[in-house]
């Protein structure tokens, strides 16, 4: 087994395999197979570890859709309001995506009754039986639809983050869309182009160290089947995955080889990020601008002083909400893509370069996924961390109907992060800087140039963007 | 076939548990009662109307979907009981008389607090038909909405204390209690001047003696209840001070401005009133005083309190209001 390389800074990762038939054949510079270990093996390759993983999600969101629409009104004391919002929103930005990427759609339970519908079963991987397995749209492909979706939630969060019949309501009409549109179209299309939680893990997963791919391409010429292929409930084909975004890591692949020859890897940080310009799109570069828009607005709204922003974001309907909507709109739309399509344009003006703007912005919005990335887990500190101890309340009492399940008596203490958390989101936001930089200048010598000054202009946009936050978030 | 089974027992397993467990919990509140409390503007109480038998234990279960209120019943002895948003509070009441009682909201919660108010119903056999007692203003025939205005007033706040110190004989009629309820300070003041026996005495004097004979007409105790009941539920709109400057004063006052324009209900709410105005205050007489605490203003914002506050509770309160225009001593 190959030592992982603990630099983070190690990105020349050599994907190409060592020939077949030796006994190198799993070894991977800079990759660490955890398939190899015997007890994680063991749990991936049996189906039930999964599968209880996702019932417990499973009977979880259904309790919580119960709690949602029949417990208090009253959203701090509501299982639904504080599970989602604080502890599940919590694991996920500083759990799941930082450390497996796209994790949490192995065990989300929102696609699950589709899934099961299209299988005609829960356990086994059945392949496609019910439904009429239509190809999603062309024309609807990639994330654009998922970065709207985001900027919607983005325009009701004041409300759906506070209400809890509201969340009740909208995670009910996710849930039916997920399971409507697994009997129209084939494979999981709602995960995959409507979710925007699916969006921007996927898009993060890029930098996370956890990835699963093909070990010796060989074989995989010389294998006929594609069991593989036809394994995958995404939809996708392991052989020619550029990049995690849109693996969902079910393992399915993994259990389908007949010839062993898939891998969980444990990588550095930023594999996927850097490397070929022609390896982006503009899709993904606006959902990339979109999340850094919307974790300045939700710092501004949520985490801000201003209790005139508050009180806009949240009177849905009302003039200064449509001013509210407009701005909101407007920073994520106009400004920030208009801020950094200059900051390219700089760039590619002082550099010299002659490729069409437009893949160069495409291209260099692989660095804005570092600094995404990093925003995101400073807000989520400042946010949701001193809400924590809302999360035993709501164990005790989830509807708020005077059940004592936990026996616990005083649950109102809130978690004083005003020590440490400062701090660390300073920290996390210097990693940020620093790595999108990292990959900035990745990018530039894969192009030929290696010249730091040139790449001023963007990363002076990164500089500018983690005052902004530092600002809203602690200053 | 088996696990597929066994995981399929699995999910309905759990699903049935995390719904029946609600769902019966549900059921079992329906069996009960359990009081939603919101702000007047967003719902009030619901349900807003009970019904129980004489005697009978009413078990409630109460809780808030917005801020923080109170409940406690009119006229019932019973304390107030604090309502927390998501949190359940419990009250049991037992009444012995039959009747209509009100019950009402115990913390300030918005400015339409006070009309957060229902109704509990408590039937059962009345013993012998008690005529009801109109109140004094009614039984004296005064119509408590004419404009009053007094004719003078003194240049310093008159002191009950001094009036005690002048030792002067003042006639028995007008220490009387009836003479207290039923007639204005100035009232007093104009017969007292014009007593020959306290003929020397200047008008200033004549103001503390008819602040002593108020005075003589209220306890220490009955000044002290009445200034507890201001506080927690005058003084939001009259202010401490009682000038009419409480907190939801500025609120009220939005409604004053357009008396001929708007003809409907509530909307025709004025600036609370200033007890610290001699002028309106000194031609009152505390049957006034107690009708309008006990009827309400008539859509002008002041809350009717008549079901609310006992007879003794609205007197105790009239006797502080009198502290606003007379110096009388006002116990910790």
Known sequence: MTRLQESLWVEEAATKSTLSGSSERYTIPSRVNLYRIPWLRAMLESRWPQFLARA????????????????????????????????????????????????WCSICPIPLPGDWLQQGGILDKGSHKNGFNLRWPKSLRGSWLQSGGFLLIGLFSAVTLT????????????????????????????????????????????????????????????????????????????????????????????????????????????SDLGGHISSSRLDETFL???????????????????????????????????????????????????????????????????????????????????????????????????????????????????????????????????????????????????????????????????NFPSNMPVLVFYLVYSIGMLWLLIG | ????????????????????????NLWQQSQGIVMHARMAETGGWTPENLTIAVGKPLHLRLTSDDVTHGFAVGQLDQPAVDINPGEMSDITLVFSKPGKYTFYCTRWCSVNHWRMRGTIEVTGPIDKA???????????????????????????????????????????????????????????????????????????????????????????????????????????????????????????????GNKALNQTMGEQTQCPANFTDALRMLSASPAHLQGKIIRGGMGTGMPSWGAIFTEDQTWALVAYLWTFQFQIEVYP
């Open chain 2, 130 to 256: 008690e005529p009801a007692k109109s109140p004094l203003y009614v039984r004296l025939g005064l119509n408590i909405d004419a404009d009053h205005k007094a004719s003078l007033t003194p240049l310093q706040l008159p002191s009950a204390w001094r009036g005690a110190l002048l030792n002067q004989n003042i006639p028995e009629t007008y220490k009387s209690h009836d003479y207290y309820l039923s007639h204005t300070p100035l009232d007093l003041w104009l017969a007292l001047s014009s007593e020959p026996v306290l003929k020397k005495l200047s008008d200033q004097d004549v103001w503390d003696l008819a602040a002593w004979v108020w005075q003589s007409n209220t306890t220490p105790e009955e000044v002290q209840a009445g200034k507890q009941l201001f506080t927690a539920n005058c003084a939001a709109c009259h202010g401490e001070s009682g000038a009419g400057n409480g907190v939801f004063a500025d609120q009220l006052a939005v409604g004053s």
């Open chain 2, 1 to 24: 076939m088996i696990k597929e089974w066994l995981a399929r027992g699995v999910i309905i397993l759990g699903l049935a548990m995390v719904i029946s467990i609600p769902a019966a």
């Open chain 1, 163 to 270: 209400d809890p019949q509201v969340t009740g309501w909208v995670l009910l009409a996710l849930f039916a869309l997920a399971v409507g549109m697994s009997l129209v179209f084939e494979h999981r299309a709602f995960c995959s182009y409507i979710c925007p939680i699916g969006g921007f893990s996927g898009m993060y997963a890029k930098a996370a160290p956890m990835e699963v791919r093909v070990v010796d391409k060989e074989i995989c010429a010389n294998h006929r089947d594609k069991s593989c292929y036809h394994a995958c409930p995404w939809g996708l084909y392991p052989l020619a995955m550029k990049d995690s975004s849109a693996c969902g890591l079910c393992m399915e692949c993994l259990r389908a080889c007949p010839k062993d020859n898939l891998a969980l890897n444990l990588r550095p940080y930023g």
């Open chain 1, 56 to 103: 417990v999600t499973l009977i979880g969101f259904v309790f919580t859709l119960a709690a949602a629409l029949f417990g208090s009104r009253v959203g701090n004391h509501n299982f639904a309001i504080i599970m989602v919002w604080i502890a599940w929103w919590t694991t996920l930005k500083l759990g799941f995506i930082p450390f497996g990427g796209r994790s």
């Open chain 1, 288 to 450: 990339a601008l979109t999340m850094l828009g919307s974790a300045l607005a939700f710092s501004a709204v949520f985490v801000g002083p201003w209790g005139w922003l508050k009180l806009s974001a949240f009177e849905i309907g009302s003039q200064p909400w449509v001013a509210y909507a407009t701005g909101f709109l407007a920073l994520n739309l106009l400004f920030l893509p208009a801020l950094f399509s200059l900051c390219v344009w700089s760039w590619k003006k002082i550099s010299q370069n002659r490729l069409p703007l437009k893949r160069l912005v495409a291209s260099h919005a692989q660095g804005l996924l570092p600094l995404g990335l990093m925003s995101w887990i400073a807000f989520t500190i400042s946010f949701a961390l001193p809400k924590l101890t809302l999360v035993l309340g709501v164990l005790n009492d989830p509807f708020g109907w005077g059940w004592h399940i936990l026996n616990a008596t005083n649950t109102s203490r809130s978690l004083d992060v005003s020590g440490f958390s400062p701090l660390l989101q300073v920290i996390l936001l210097m990693i940020g800087i620093f790595w999108s930089t990292r990959v900035t200048m990745k990018l530039s010598k894969s192009d030929g140039k290696h």
